[in-house]
């Protein structure tokens, strides 16, 4: 079965960087999209950034200019780079993955990383 692993989430003072990588695993497929949502506690699950197997990004207002998405198809890994964090950047970072664009296409989750950032 699919699994999404993810890795990189901590603590970090303003202004700080992190590194989140998410690695898919039990299937050689090649995802049409991958990307990160966040997460808070009582609030729902937003869009962070994703990409698609072709390479075209797409970003939350929020965070465009800090962060960047970037994916090597072959390793089914996914990569978030966040620069300039902003104590409301906090969240739970989750992986996700999807099929295709289509309706019909699957989505697949992470279990989430923490990310604290202390101002």
């Known amino acids: 079965q699919v699994q999404l692993v993810e890795s990189g989430g901590g603590l970090v003072q303003s202004g700080e960087s992190l590194r989140l990588s998410c690695a898919a695993s039990?299937?050689?497929?090649?995802?049409?999209?991958m990307g990160w949502y966040r997460q808070t506690p009582g609030k729902q699950r937003d869009l962070v950034a994703r990409i698609t197997r072709g390479g075209s990004t797409n970003y939350a207002d929020s965070v465009k200019g800090r962060f960047t998405i970037t994916r090597t198809n072959s390793e089914n890994t996914v990569y978030l780079q966040m620069n300039g964090l902003k104590a409301e950047d906090t969240a739970v970072y989750y992986c996700?993955?999807?099929?295709?664009?289509?309706?019909?296409?699957?989505?697949?989750w992470g279990q989430g990383t923490q990310v604290t950032v202390s101002s």
């Open positions: 039990g299937t050689s497929y090649s995802f049409y999209f």
């Open positions: 996700y993955a999807r099929t295709s664009a289509a309706l019909e296409g699957t989505n697949y």
